[in-house]
């Protein structure tokens, strides 16, 4: 093996997916990869494109949202970027929960434990249910001063309070969806996350404009209709998961008894998932200083960020899409001892997210106002939406090749590796410099604060990944 410095918890994915792919006929039945042999750039971009399909749907979802907002009013759309540090922080404890359970799940499945597994999913409809009570009840406890810690300002919060409570019933069925989408990858089927995905935005798409505005017999609501439709599109996206994991091709054959919580299996969730969810919490305090900091110069600047967020997003999904489909590449390469092979692999993965964040990143120049005007008829927030996303998008050039690098380590079981670097590019670098560069640079200094920390983040995880080459060059020539 390459890499014993980690823990066993950590270097679960590895096991399964050693077992999983070579002797595993039940995977090999339904046309698993095989991962050891073949041409790589053909089976990275076989790995990758469910993801990308999955990510861009829900990116397309979150623009959507964003431009019925943007068009009711440029306030609704400030109060709509408030709640984007909130669903930060659901996201992070949903995604991190759900990667625990994938991991446990997969393992079980490997090592031919498979009631174990299936008392997996049992706990997910459990911690669904305890999470979003937990959740549901710290929003109507203070929903005011959560807004108000968030950057909602005077003007914002009425729209951002109505915004929230209307959306706490769907957070039960949120963590479902993000959670199921874990078990899935786990038992082969990634497609089955993909199609959830296009059930949650497909009836959000539809319904928002229906309620915002009140078409047809429809009335109108405004932002709580845009909350009322994600909460109605997340119970249709929870209903298609618990269908799936019901059908008999399931491997989980789901029933009733698997609900009741174990606690040994849950510490196992929580032991491989708490990385991922630390490392999500921090990226939504990065956002919530985003928010204060544009609050002070107005509402159109705290607008303007909901819109960069979201083409943000909607320009990284190949790069979070190669990123998914490195990591079990690198892990299966791992558990094989292929060192040649993971090295190649991920230097692939690095020129090609390379290239195509050169390529979005010239687009966004290109036609940062004509974006701009898709989302507003506001001159001003027109105006601020064309300089904030040509600064900003600078962040593209080295985060590419960043993240294929986080990626790498945590297919190698090294997720406190990630965490540390990750956290440590919001908490030493993007947090002082969200301080410094305003009272220097104006609002400018805002939008270049990221792209800064990204780079300045660049130059320890480039050293970081040649010292993890290093460590493999021995091990070629050993093989060779």
């Not at 918890?9 to 698993?32: D, G, R, W």
């Not at 706990?123 to 009570?133: E, I, P, T």
């Not at 993965?349 to 898709?374: D, N």
């Not at 993007?430 to 800064?452: D, K, R, T």
């Amino acid at each position: 093996m390459l890499n014993r410095s980690v823990s066993r918890s950590e270097q679960a994915p590895i096991v399964c997916l050693k077992q999983n792919f070579p002797v595993n006929h039940t995977a090999m039945n339904n046309k698993s990869l095989n991962l050891a042999e073949g041409p790589i750039l053909p089976l990275l971009l076989q790995m990758s494109w469910p993801s990308i399909a999955t990510v861009l749907v829900v990116n397309v979802y979150y623009l959507i949202d964003a431009f019925w907002l943007a068009r009711l009013s440029p306030i609704a759309l400030a109060a709509l970027t408030i709640s984007l540090p909130i669903q930060l922080i659901l996201g992070g404890v949903g995604v991190g929960t759900g990667l625990g359970a994938g991991s446990y799940a997969a393992r079980m499945f490997g090592a031919g434990e498979n009631r174990k597994a299936r008392q997996t999913a049992g706990q997910v409809f459990f911690l669904s249910a305890v999470l979003g009570a937990l959740f549901i009840s710290l929003g109507l406890a203070g929903p005011d001063l959560i807004l108000t810690y968030f950057g909602a300002t005077t003007e914002i919060l009425p729209l951002s309070r109505r915004y929230l409570l209307t959306l706490l019933p769907g957070v039960p069925f949120l963590f479902l969806i993000m959670m199921a989408s874990n078990l899935f990858r786990a038992e082969g089927r990634p497609r089955l996350v993909m199609y959830c995905a296009l059930m949650t935005s497909a009836v959000s798409g539809i319904l928002d404009p229906l309620l915002i505005f009140g078409w047809g017999l429809f009335p109108r609501l405004g932002i709580k209709g845009a909350a009322l439709a994600a909460v109605i599109s997340q119970i249709s996206g929870a209903a298609l998961a618990f269908y799936f994991l019901r059908q008999k091709s399931s491997k989980y054959q789901l029933k009733w008894h698997y609900l009741r919580p174990d606690y040994r299996i849950i510490l196992s969730i929580y032991s491989t998932g708490f990385p991922s969810m630390v490392i999500n919490l921090v990226l939504s305090l990065g956002m919530l200083l985003h928010n204060h900091v544009l609050g002070g110069y107005s509402n159109l600047a705290v607008a303007t960020l909901g819109i960069v967020s979201r083409m943000s997003g909607l320009v990284m999904i190949p790069l979070y899409g190669i990123g998914h489909g490195l990591m079990p590449m690198v892990a299966f390469s791992e558990g094989a001892n292929l060192p040649s092979r993971l090295m190649e692999t991920v230097t692939i993965a690095v020129k090609i997210s390379f290239a195509i964040a050169v390529v979005c990143f010239l687009i966004v120049e290109a036609f940062a106002p004509a974006i701009a005007t898709f989302f507003s008829d506001d001159m001003e927030l027109r105006r601020l939406t064309a300089t904030a996303l040509r600064i900003n998008f600078l962040i593209l050039i080295t985060a590419a090749p960043s993240l294929m690098w986080i990626n790498m380590f945590i297919g190698l079981g090294q997720g406190k590796t990630a965490m540390v670097l990750l956290v440590g590019r919001e908490i030493l670098f993007l947090i002082p410099l969200l301080w410094l560069l305003p009272s220097w640079f104006g609002i400018n200094g805002v939008w270049m604060a990221q792209p800064l920390a990204n780079a300045i983040a660049f130059l320890f995880i480039l050293y970081w990944a040649k010292r993890q080459y290093r460590m493999f060059e021995p091990l070629i020539h050993d093989k060779a």
